[in-house]
C-alpha cells in the first residue's frame, strides 16, 4: 500500500507559478500527476520514472517540470507560464511495479492522492 498525500494547490494569476509536492509513504517506481477538471475526464499531466525518465503531455511541455526526491519519497510540479485552462483537480499517482502502458495513462496508476485545487484566473 502506497499513502500519496498532495500540497501546494491554490489561485494564481495567468502567467504565475505554483509548485505541487506529493508525499508518499513508501519508495515506488512511476510516478505521475493527473489533473480533471469538471466535465472532464482524468488526464494525464507528466510522469516521471524511479530513473528520472520523464513524460510530458504536449499542453504543458516547456511549461511544467516534474522531478522526484527519491531519499524523501517526494514528488513535484513546477507550474510555470500558468494558463487558465490549467484550472482543475490534480492528482499524484504511483505505482510499484513496471508496467507496459503508458506512462500518461490513468490505468497504469493503483495508487491514487485526494488531490489539490489549482485555479488560474485570467
Known amino acids: 500500500q502506497v499513502r500519496l498525500v498532495e500540497s501546494g494547490g491554490g489561485s494564481v494569476q495567468a502567467g504565475g507559478s505554483l509548485r505541487l509536492s506529493c508525499a508518499a509513504s513508501?519508495?515506488?517506481?512511476?510516478m505521475g500527476w493527473f489533473r480533471q477538471a469538471p466535465g472532464k475526464e482524468r488526464e494525464g499531466v507528466a510522469a516521471i520514472g524511479r530513473t528520472d525518465i520523464t513524460n510530458y503531455a504536449e499542453s504543458v511541455k516547456g511549461r511544467f517540470t516534474i522531478s522526484r526526491d527519491n531519499t524523501k519519497n517526494t514528488l513535484y510540479l513546477q507550474m510555470d507560464s500558468l494558463k487558465p485552462e490549467d484550472t482543475a483537480m490534480y492528482y499524484c499517482?504511483?505505482?510499484?511495479?513496471?508496467?507496459?502502458?503508458?506512462?500518461?495513462?490513468?490505468?497504469?496508476?493503483?495508487?491514487w492522492g485526494q488531490g489539490t485545487q489549482v485555479t488560474v484566473s485570467s
Open positions: 513508501r519508495s515506488t517506481y512511476y
Open positions: 499517482a504511483a505505482s510499484l511495479w513496471p508496467s507496459g502502458t503508458q506512462a500518461l495513462e490513468v490505468g497504469r496508476y493503483n495508487y
